[in-house]
T-cell receptor, first 115, second 113 residues
């Protein structure tokens, strides 16, 4: 158990719809990142939030957006879903302190299927 | 970001030592080397991190030569439960905040009886 929880665990959406995925960070962690993992591939970095602001983004279009709340929980929103958005979405939290980050702790992921 | 190269798959038997080597020729001065383990339909799990020489914890050892252009993850006496994908990552935990990770395709380790 990493202390990082994600909801829901599984989700089926229709192409064109919007989806919101949620993540509760490990207690004491102030940084959260989201990753997309397609079948048979390694996780791909989407973006990172630190103190409620985005401070890093991977090669993903603007229809992927996020939020980090004061309690350090987070949401990933995806608009205008496409079939290729079907993947395991992973949330990871870490502690950024004194100019250095600790290792990332991942949740179990949300399996999104777009039909 | 430094690119890593590791074998796509490896097979082993229970009780053996497994060594997975990762190549990272363009590693930067501030980069650390981190290994993660991932089981199907689960998030990756941190195994070990190092900068140079040798690091050991309760589950693995990490060997890094002086030129740091490669690293070897050593798993002693593997069991069936060690069957998983192992990822080698290279990055700066300061600028990256420990969380902007670049994963490759990893090494699928299969342990048999």
């Amino acid at each position: 158990e990493t202390g990082v929880t994600q909801s829901p665990t599984h989700l089926i959406k229709t192409r064109g719809q919007q989806v919101t995925l949620r993540c509760s960070s490990q207690s004491g962690h102030n940084t959260v990142s989201w990753y997309q993992q397609a079948l048979g591939q390694g996780p791909q970095f989407i973006f990172q939030y630190y103190r409620e602001e985005e401070n890093g983004r991977g090669n993903f279009p603007p229809r992927f957006s996020g939020l980090q709340f004061p309690n350090y929980s987070s949401e990933l929103n995806v608009n205008a879903l496409e079939l290729d958005d079907s993947a395991l979405y992973l949330c990871a939290s870490s502690l950024w302190r004194s100019g250095r980050g600790t290792e990332a702790f991942f949740g179990q992921g949300t399996r999104l299927t777009v039909v | 970001l430094a690119k890593t190269t590791q074998p796509i798959s490896m097979d082993s038997y229970e009780g053996q030592e497994v060594n997975i080597t990762c190549s990272h020729n363009n590693i930067a001065t501030n980069d650390y080397i981190t290994w993660y383990q991932q089981f199907p339909s689960q998030g990756p799990r941190f195994i070990i991190q190092g900068y140079k020489t040798k690091v050991t914890n309760e589950v693995a050892s990490l060997f890094i030569p002086a030129d740091r252009k490669s690293s070897t993850l050593s798993l002693p006496r593997v069991s069936l439960s060690d069957t998983a994908v192992y990822y080698c990552l290279v990055g700066d935990p300061v600028t990256g905040g420990g969380n902007k990770l670049t994963f490759g395709t990893g090494t699928q380790l299969k342990v048999e009886l």
